[in-house]
């Protein structure tokens, strides 16, 4: 006849199998060492995931509207002297004129949407070019001289450096047109620009909207 089975040879019994796992599992389970993550090269995921904003700021400047030169806008005759140079996405036109021991001075032409700051702040801004100091709204009449042509008010400034040899000048107009602003100015040897100056003038006569 068999012993009946008491609560103390289970707890025996229930002891031995726990031990027996875990003297087991001990022996025939490893835990791989975790490999240390590397840093992302540049190039790749954690670079790339701002490139979409900084493509996306590159093309909220590229489609900027700026007024051509054409197809409806301001168009103009220039003096055969002057050589053209071709237009790119921020000009609209560029001229070449050279002087006195082929020194040569540039035409810029650039349109640009709303006022750019104001007569004030774009007169300043080409000074500051020359490293001249800027001017007081109060002595911007004496620096401006206005006119009309074609139905078009027309704004023309002149400024010299006071460093340099020769030092360089300004010759620019601004002018309003269809909600933008256009600028002309011609930047050189003062020598070359100082000869360009009626030419210049009559230039800006031919200025109209087509």
């Not at 401006?144 to 023309?156: E, M, Q, W």
Request: overall charge neutral; aromatic content about 6%.
């Amino acid at each position: 006849m068999s012993r009946p089975f008491t609560l103390s040879a289970a707890l025996v019994l229930l002891t031995a199998l726990l031990s027996g796992c875990r003297d087991q599992s001990i022996k025939s389970y490893r835990v791989p060492r975790e490999a240390t993550p590397e840093a992302p090269l540049a190039g790749t995921a954690a670079s790339s995931a701002a490139a979409p904003a900084d493509r996306g700021t590159e093309a909220s400047m590229a489609s900027t509207p700026v007024p051509t030169a054409s197809g409806g806008d301001l168009a103009w005759e220039a003096p055969a002297s002057w050589q053209s140079r071709q237009a790119s996405a921020m000009r609209k036109g560029t001229y070449v004129m050279t002087g006195e021991g082929g020194a040569t001075a540039e035409l810029a032409i650039t349109a640009f949407p709303g006022d750019v700051g104001g007569d004030l702040a774009n007169v300043n801004r080409w000074r500051s070019q020359l490293q001249l100091p800027p001017i007081t709204a109060a002595e911007l009449p004496a620096a401006l001289a206005r006119f009309k042509a074609n139905g078009l008010d027309i704004a023309v400034t002149e400024m010299v450096a006071t460093t340099g040899s020769p030092p360089q000048r300004v010759l620019g107009a601004i002018v309003p047109h269809n909600g933008s602003t256009w600028f002309f100015k011609i930047t050189g040897p003062d020598p070359v620009v100082s000869a360009e100056r009626d030419a210049f003038n009559t230039f800006l006569q031919t200025l109209r909207a087509p």
